[in-house]
């Protein structure tokens, strides 16, 4: 089976990656794997042989003709300009997550039109697809109402999906991921990035600036938890889903204080590390994200989430 991932350099398309190579797949198709990976920096280290590098950028369309030089069962798509990138240069983020994205859809039709295989296409979308401000309460039948570029382009991406699955020209499905912790320092332009920073800076001995406040509330899911659903996702019977593709991932709904008393058990000094200078535009948008909260769509296919915030600082710290 061949799988293409974009973005695959990333925090979350490496660690797929990684997964899907050295873990045991109980699907039996997906024991036999080769991999076409593309991303815009070189050839990452450790890969298996059956892996084919293309570096590229993903919104040009010759990258993808040599993407799909050969039939592509699976694809995985991560390759993204996120929120605040997104929102600063309005034509990067449509030409990367919009243009891009319809272009790869177009190119998985035609195989299925030339009588090649269907392809599984598994999508990652954000919770952006909320807008503000947000409800009192998120679950499986709040409309998403993107308030960010970036957001509507996810949700428009999970339509277009929806459409191309309902004619036949993919199995797509798409994950709504919250904050994904805890992410590296990188300068990629996520306004969220405030939630991985919070726990690595001050358990790493660095004292931080918090831009939303302690009372600010938000959502999360470890790594090894997204990457899992992604693959349960990916592998679960398109039956099981129906036509309404787009699954958000059970999350942590924790608030910034429960951070830092979580912090505290494990470095009593962290929290004196820990400083406040609540941003207005950030905490609306990344820091009020309802504790009523149920994610039941995606537990009925068997999606998970850390059990505390404690699970999921004590994670970091035994593979940081």
């Not at 059956?50 to 950028?57: D, L, N, P, Y």
């Not at 993204?80 to 030409?95: F, H, N, Q």
């Not at 931080?208 to 679960?236: E, F, M």
Request: net charge neutral; aromatic share 6%; proline share 6%.
């Amino acid at each position: 089976m061949r799988v293409l991932v974009t973005g695959a350099a990333g925090f979350i398309g490496s660690a797929l990656v990684k997964a899907l190579t050295t873990q045991p797949q109980t699907s039996g198709a997906w024991q036999d794997l080769s991999f076409v990976l593309t991303d815009r920096v070189d050839r990452l280290s450790g890969l298996p042989s059956s892996a084919t590098w293309i570096r590229g950028e993903i919104s040009d369309r010759a990258l993808h003709d040599r993407l799909f030089a050969e039939p592509v069962d699976v694809v995985f798509h991560f390759a993204g300009i996120v929120s605040g990138a997104a929102e600063a240069d309005y034509a990067l983020g449509k030409r990367v997550n919009l243009d891009a994205t319809i272009a790869l859809l177009e190119r998985c039709r035609a195989q299925a039109a030339s009588g090649g295989p269907v392809a599984r296409v598994i999508y990652a979308s954000s919770i952006a697809v909320f807008g503000t401000p947000l409800p009192a309460r998120i679950d499986d039948a709040t409309p998403p109402e993107p308030t960010l570029s970036y957001g509507a382009h996810k949700r428009a991406c999970e339509l277009l999906i929806d459409d191309c699955t309902r004619r036949g020209f993919i199995d797509g499905r798409a994950l709504r991921l919250s904050g994904v912790v805890v992410r590296p320092p990188l300068a990629n332009g996520a306004l969220s990035g405030f939630n991985s920073d919070l726990i690595r800076e001050p358990l790493a001995g660095r004292d931080y600036v918090c831009p939303v406040s302690k009372d600010a509330t938000i959502w999360i899911v470890s790594l090894g938890h997204a990457i899992a659903n992604l693959i349960r996702l990916a592998q679960v019977d398109g039956a099981m889903l129906g036509p309404r593709r787009a699954l958000t991932t059970p999350s942590l709904a924790v608030s910034i204080s429960d951070i830092v008393a979580a912090l505290a058990k494990a470095d009593p000094a962290a929290p004196a590390r820990i400083h406040f200078d609540p941003q207005p535009a950030i905490e609306a948008q990344f820091g009020c994200w309802p504790l009523d909260c149920a994610f039941e769509g995606g537990r009925r296919i068997g999606l998970t989430c850390d059990a505390s915030i404690d699970a999921v600082i004590r994670t970091h710290r035994e593979t940081a």
